[in-house]
């Protein structure tokens, strides 16, 4: 049974730093890309970042380029989200996902979800 | 990397169908045939329900069904039940390795 269980989230000051991991189980880890999904409380998902299989490519969305750092280690079977500099607006949320498979181009499996908040 | 435009709701009797739109741009929608959809009950994970436009996950009933026409997706759902409420959601390919979701629609059963 494929299982991702995400975790590190919690409260954190403005412009303070947070890293999350996504332990994952049930799969073949190093074979898929894997990406981060936000929800603030209430919204709706927002697409946050992307890293291939092989962790040699990233993508971001703009709202977070430059600030949060996606990476994998295949031997702990565990994704990463380094978050810094952290604003209001990325109080969320954060789902790692699995992606489905070549050329779909969507996510099959999530995670449940660590919530990060970001206040003074 | 603007969200897709969905209706804040949409509501149907049981054993009727609703149709949930998702319009986006000619840069993603419009651009590839690589619209998924998705659901997610209060407090839970989302759900894949369609992918690709069209195509259904094993194990997704075949009440789902997807579609494209120019920049805009839609999910239809037919002979509609009372699990069937929920957020759904869309998700296209934007090129350059990004994805956009939909703003979001809360799907009512009467």
């Known amino acids: 049974e494929v299982q991702l269980v995400e975790s590190g989230g919690g409260v954190v000051q403005p412009g303070g730093s947070l890293r999350l991991s996504c332990a994952a189980s049930?799969?073949?880890?190093?074979?898929?890309?894997m990406h981060w999904v936000r929800q603030a409380p209430g919204q709706g998902l927002v697409w946050v970042s992307r890293?291939?299989?092989?962790?040699?490519?990233?993508s971001y969305a703009d709202s977070v380029k430059g600030r949060f750092t996606i990476s994998r280690d295949d031997a702990k079977n565990t994704l990463y989200l380094q978050m810094n500099s952290l604003r209001a607006e990325d109080t969320a949320v954060y789902y790692c996902?699995?992606?489905?498979?070549?050329?779909?181009?969507?996510?099959?499996?999530w995670g449940r979800g660590t919530l990060v908040t970001v206040s003074s | 990397q603007s969200a897709l435009t969905q209706p804040a709701s949409v509501s149907g009797s049981p054993g009727q169908s609703i149709t949930i739109s998702c319009t986006g741009t000619?840069?993603?929608?419009?651009?590839?045939?690589?619209v998924s959809w998705y659901q997610q009950h209060p407090a839970k994970a989302p759900r894949l329900m369609i992918y690709?436009?069209?195509k259904r996950p094993s194990g997704v009933s075949d009440r789902f069904s997807g579609s494209k026409s120019g920049n805009t997706a839609s999910l239809t759902i037919s002979g509609l039940q009372a699990e069937d409420e929920a957020d759904y959601y869309c998700?296209?390919?934007?090129?350059?390795?990004?994805?956009?979701f939909g703003t979001g629609t809360k799907g009512t059963v009467l």
């Open positions: 690709e436009v069209s």
């Open positions: 996902a699995k992606y489905y498979g070549a050329g779909t181009y969507c996510l099959d499996y």
């Open positions: 890293i291939t299989s092989d962790g040699s490519s990233t």
């Open positions: 049930g799969f073949t880890f190093s074979s898929y890309n």
């Open positions: 998700c296209s390919y934007a090129g350059s390795d990004t994805y956009v």
């Open positions: 000619s840069s993603d929608v419009g651009a590839y045939n690589l």
